[in-house]
């Protein structure tokens, strides 16, 4: 098992940055794709970004992927998620997830962690 702690959510302004970090527990962390969700206020959990357990491919949402980069370090057994021009619509507990990437797409979430709150004041 694999447990997952996000840390780094806070409050900023829109067009400022944050970067969120997500620690595993176990070296078994580099065996698996990992990956950010977030679920806005009120609304469904969405897919944000994910990145192969090599690091040698990576995914975005499309609204995103201009503004947002994930990058991981197996030696760390930490991902981030690196978020710039903030805007409000990107307020949301953000969660890292590992799992499987299929056919480029996220397919199966193994472990989740416990979100951190990301809050964007317009």
């Known amino acids: 098992q694999v447990q997952l702690v996000e840390s780094g959510g806070g409050l900023v302004q829109a067009g400022g940055s944050l970067r969120l970090s997500c620690v595993g527990s176990r070296r078994a962390f580099s065996n698996y794709a990992v990956g950010w969700f977030r679920q806005p206020p009120g609304k469904e959990r969405e897919f944000v970004a994910a990145?192969?357990?090599?690091?040698?491919?990576?995914y975005y949402a499309d609204s995103m992927k201009c503004r947002f980069t994930i990058i991981r370090d197996n030696a760390k057994n930490t991902m981030y998620l690196q978020m710039n021009s903030l805007k409000a619509e990107d307020t949301a507990v953000y969660y890292c997830a590992a799992g499987v990437v299929q056919f480029a797409h996220w397919s199966r979430s193994d472990y989740w962690g416990q979100g951190t709150m990301v809050t964007v004041s317009s």
């Open positions: 990145i192969s357990w090599d690091a040698y491919n990576t």
